[in-house]
């Protein structure tokens, strides 16, 4: 079970040689989506150099509109893969659809979105698989339903669980979401599960990114999910809370002040 009562002790998720949880603190960083080879390269040698340990990048989309960029499906799983083969940075993308999991064989964390984190079926998938999953807090889910979601995967079999908190809906609209860092501290209390923080959608600006994350070190964080574009301007999906390359070396440097990496 996911809950504490049954595990005292702090859960690791041990993958691609990193640990994570129990004060193994890690950044997963890169852009929203994969758009083609030579941006999501670049992305990957720059936050590597900067200090990330994962590369993240969409290939499938869960976009408000239809109309808008759905993301590059297998071909950006391919690329994510390509770039995971040129600098070592293992890789972690969101899955929509449990027909697409024999698509995720290489991929090292499975990232299950805000937007599914009560899609049962997929869930119940998951607990079938043997790969760390990164399950994203839905945009208006309570902590009892966020930690029932990681329940499902635990019930399937499936204890690598890694939670995320992304923001949650709030009436406030100067920011995308609202943070809810004690997610953090509550986590903590009720699992022994790791949980990391996602400044940039909880935000939705990229100029609340890095005091996001210091306080997401300050209330105890085992990690950071944050999106890096080399060019957030003209990025196809979340560009106004993409750091560019030289802003996320900014903020990798102060993380790198404040957290304990292993
Ligand atoms: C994402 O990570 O790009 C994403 C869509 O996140 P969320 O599910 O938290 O909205
Ligand atoms: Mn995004």
Redo the contacts with the bound molecule.
């Keep these: 079970a996911v809950n504490r009562k049954f595990h005292p002790e702090d859960t690791i998720i041990e993958v691609a040689g990193r640990k994570i949880g129990a004060g193994y603190f890690n950044v997963m960083a890169g852009p929203?989506s994969v758009e083609n080879e030579a941006q999501i390269v670049e992305c990957a040698e720059r936050v590597k150099a900067a200090g990330a340990s994962f590369l993240r990048g969409?290939a499938f989309k869960?976009r408000t509109s239809p109309y808008s960029f759905q993301g590059l499906e297998a071909e950006g799983l391919k690329l994510l893969l390509e770039a995971k083969r040129q600098t070592g940075l293992p890789i972690v993308t969101?899955i929509m659809s449990e027909k697409h999991l024999d698509l995720f064989a290489d991929v090292d964390i499975i990232?299950l979105?805000?937007?599914n984190m009560q899609n049962f079926m997929l869930l119940k998938e998951l607990g079938r698989c043997n790969k760390p999953i990164l399950l994203?807090r839905g945009l208006s889910a309570t902590m009892e339903e966020f930690l029932m979601a990681a329940e499902y995967i635990f019930a399937g079999g499936n204890k690598q669980v890694i939670l995320c908190e992304?923001g949650i809906r709030t009436f406030e609209k100067m920011i995308r979401n609202n943070l809810d860092l004690s997610a953090v501290p509550l986590v903590k209390m009720f699992s022994h599960l790791p949980i990391i923080i996602?400044p940039s959608?909880a935000a939705g600006r990229r100029d609340m990114v890095q005091p996001l994350s210091r306080a997401a070190i300050a209330a105890g964080a085992d990690g950071l999910i944050i999106e890096a574009h080399n060019d957030p301007k003209h990025a196809l999906c979340?560009g106004a809370q993409s750091l560019d390359l030289d802003q996320f070396d900014h903020v990798m440097s102060d993380i790198k002040r404040r957290a304990e990496f292993e």
Excluded: F, T
Aim: proline share 8%; charged share 45%; hydrophobic share 10%.
């Design positions: 929203c969409g869960p969101e990232q979105g805000a937007r994203k992304r996602d959608h979340d």
